[in-house]
């Protein structure tokens, strides 16, 4: 937490939408000895005191947080079952009591300071890196608080950092503790194991009518059928008003002309290369060569292999080292050589091995592709054009499909789709552009209201009307009647499985070979070698993993395969606690997690020591009335 309080304090995001530092105390909750006072305020320590608007700003602000996380937008009541409330409560609490221990401290920021604190977040930097007044003002305005807010806020942040750097800094995590980790993390064993699955059980009779109806009854929610949204949407990107057919043979053939080397691919060369050590034993070589000896005889009296010799293949310009184009690219023919050149590494004599001539596109074969482009580059200029002509249009009273068509836009009406883009009948609906933001803002917006477009970034916009809400509801079981079959024939399967794969583990108690059960079941005894608590087994999964290391050596255990839908009876035949391992075992970033864990509870132990030496008053009274307006 440490880390991240140093971080957030640099950071507005973390100050905005939480009291920074309290974050982390969010589960200390409400202690039974604070006392529900009268006055002004929501929260008083001491002197210091928390306004019904700093309780309401801050309950927004999680309440916002947590409806983000979950992509909707939470009524109060969801807001309560979530413990909003308490959670805030929490915050401020733990922030008062800090704000407190710095006054009676005398504890402060200087203007200076504080002024290059704000200077150095780089939300609020321009491109070049520097304060930027506008995109500070910017970055406020979005998160809803005002430069006023702003400063009181990065002036606590700060000052309750110096309290927790000076009460939490410099802890070094123990050594006998990262041993003992160290240890834990590297123990291993070895099991050996029987895979039980559905084959090892009878099968499960279909269920009777009173059956399924007594498992659907006590299951419905999960077969409810979610709340649906009839929409439509119009999209406005570059693609959807660019009209190739709008470009002329005269402009199309002049961009090709413009930029014809864009389509002609350059000439490639094959190329081999012999170095050596001095010029002499060159000359010596390209002598041979001329006399009849070829390279691949002379690369082998070399020692050296086809591998060895081959560069690679390359344009005229693309050749690494730029000495050798010359003599490469006048090599008349495949397999001629080159003269002696002058290469970086020493002389070389080169030859080429294969050669790809020039090609180049014509124009009829790119027509269409230039066309498309020009169209783009044309729709690109007058895209803003297209959404403020689609505005007015809205202004003036048309509807969506109206103005789309107005703008030959093409509108998309989707029947009914869920929060999660899924239609009634299971289909994801993966084009829906801005996916997320699109389904979440739809699922915010009443039918009928026109709501605000939706930036598709440098690109576009969407807009959207929400037509109908189709009520969620409890199905019936004729509806999900298979879905329904399916899943208690899984749960039967399962259960009488895992009684299966019990009965087997009492016989290995009372003494029974694996290898004797494995041969009754006509299934294989497998093993794994040196099974860590980390491991990720395909196989075992993590359950099976965590009952391998849930006793010692001799242990016989039952539990679920990775998958879920088989059981695994296992025995541990060998353990290696790993105890040679030392601390020096324990990475940087072990010893850096466990060194923040301790700092992490000495904080907590000073935030409580604080409480306990203030006294904290909490008026819930004006807290709910600061929430009713």
């Known amino acids: 937490m440490l880390d991240t309080l140093r971080k957030g304090a640099k950071s507005w995001v973390a100050q905005f939408l939480l009291v920074l530092l309290v974050a982390s105390f969010a589960v200390w909750g409400i202690s039974g000895s604070m006392l529900n006072a009268g006055g002004t305020a929501v929260v008083t320590v001491g002197d210091t005191e928390v306004t019904p608007n700093e309780f309401r700003l801050a309950y927004d602000r999680q309440m916002a947080e947590l409806g983000r996380r979950l992509g909707t937008r939470l009524t109060q009541e969801q807001a309560r079952a979530f413990g909003i409330e308490n959670q805030v409560y929490s915050q401020l609490i733990a922030g008062a009591l800090l704000d407190e221990q710095a006054r009676e401290m005398n504890l402060g920021l200087s203007d200076s300071r504080l002024a290059a604190l704000i200077a150095q977040d780089p939300a609020f930097h321009d491109f070049n890196g520097r304060f930027d007044r506008n995109n500070f003002r910017r970055v406020l305005s979005?998160?809803?608080?005002?430069?006023?807010?702003?400063?009181?806020?990065?002036?606590?942040?700060?000052?309750?950092?110096?309290?927790?750097e000076a009460i939490a800094e410099g802890f070094a995590a123990p050594d006998a503790m990262m041993a003992a980790l160290a240890q834990y993390e590297a123990e291993t064993r070895d099991v050996e194991y029987l895979l039980l699955t559905s084959a090892n059980i009878d099968p499960v009779p279909a269920p009777t009518d009173e059956e399924l109806s007594s498992y659907f009854e006590v299951n419905q929610a999960r077969y409810a059928a979610p709340e649906y949204r009839k929409l439509t949407y119009v999209k406005l990107e570059n693609e959807d008003i660019a009209d190739p057919s709008a470009i002329s043979d005269e402009m199309a053939r002049a961009d090709y002309e413009a930029r014809k080397d864009r389509y002609t691919t350059a000439e490639t060369r094959t190329v081999d290369q012999l170095v050596f050590t001095d010029l002499e034993a060159a000359e010596d070589a390209a002598g041979e060569i001329e006399a009849g000896k070829s390279f691949d005889e002379l690369m082998t009296e070399l020692g050296r292999t086809a591998a060895d010799v081959r560069i690679g293949s390359f344009s005229r310009t693309g050749l690494p080292d730029q000495s050798l184009a010359e003599a490469a690219f006048s090599v008349a023919e495949e397999g001629g050589t080159s003269d002696v050149v002058e290469g970086q590494f020493g002389p070389v004599i080169l030859r080429v091995a294969e050669i790809t001539p020039e090609s180049s596109q014509s124009y009829e074969e790119v027509e269409a592709e230039i066309k498309e482009?020009?169209?783009?580059?044309?729709?690109?200029?007058?895209?803003?054009?297209?959404?403020?002509?689609?505005?007015?249009?809205?202004?003036?009273?048309?509807?969506?499909?109206?103005?789309?068509?107005?703008?030959?836009?093409?509108?998309?009406?989707?029947?009914?789709?869920?929060?999660?883009?899924?239609?009634?009948?299971?289909?994801?609906?993966?084009?829906?552009?801005?996916?997320?933001?699109?389904?979440?803002?739809?699922?915010?917006?009443?039918?009928?209201?026109?709501?605000?477009?939706?930036?598709?970034?440098?690109?576009?916009?969407?807009?959207?009307?929400?037509?109908?809400?189709?009520?969620?509801?409890?199905?019936?079981l004729d509806e999900v009647r298979d879905q329904v079959i399916a899943d208690w024939t899984d749960e039967q399967q399962l259960e009488a499985l895992g009684a299966r794969a019990t009965a087997l583990k009492e016989r290995l108690d009372t003494g029974a070979d694996l290898s004797t059960i494995a041969e009754d079941l006509s299934v294989a005894v497998e093993t794994k070698y040196a099974l860590s608590r980390g491991d990720t087994d395909p196989v075992f999964g993590e359950a099976a993993v965590a009952a391998a290391f849930s006793g010692t050596e001799g242990l016989n255990a039952v539990a679920n395969d990775a998958s879920g839908d088989n059981k695994i009876l296992m025995k541990v035949t060998s353990v290696n606690d790993a105890s040679t391992t030392t601390a020096d075992s324990a990475s940087e970033e072990?010893?850096?997690q466990i060194a923040e864990q301790i700092a992490n509870d000495i904080l907590d132990q000073a935030v409580a020591q604080l409480q306990s030496e203030y006294g904290v008053s909490v008026n819930r009274e004006l807290a709910e009335r600061a929430l009713s307006f």
Do not use: C
């Not at 690109?380 to 789309?404: C, F, K, N, P, S």
């Not at 930036?455 to 009307?465: D, I, P, Y």
């Open 373 to 476: 482009e020009l169209a783009l580059a044309e729709a690109a200029q007058i895209l803003l054009d297209v959404h403020d002509a689609y505005e007015d249009a809205r202004a003036g009273g048309m509807t969506l499909v109206e103005a789309a068509t107005q703008q030959k836009l093409t509108p998309v009406s989707i029947e009914a789709v869920d929060r999660t883009g899924r239609t009634p009948d299971g289909t994801v609906l993966s084009d829906l552009p801005q996916s997320q933001q699109l389904l979440r803002d739809a699922f915010e917006t009443d039918p009928g209201v026109e709501a605000p477009p939706i930036s598709l970034g440098a690109e576009g916009f969407v807009w959207f009307e929400v037509e109908d809400v189709i009520p969620a509801r409890d199905r019936e």
């Open 590 to 592: 072990q010893r850096n």
């Open 142 to 164: 979005s998160v809803g608080m005002s430069e006023e807010d702003y400063i009181r806020s990065r002036s606590q942040v700060a000052v309750r950092t110096q309290i927790v």
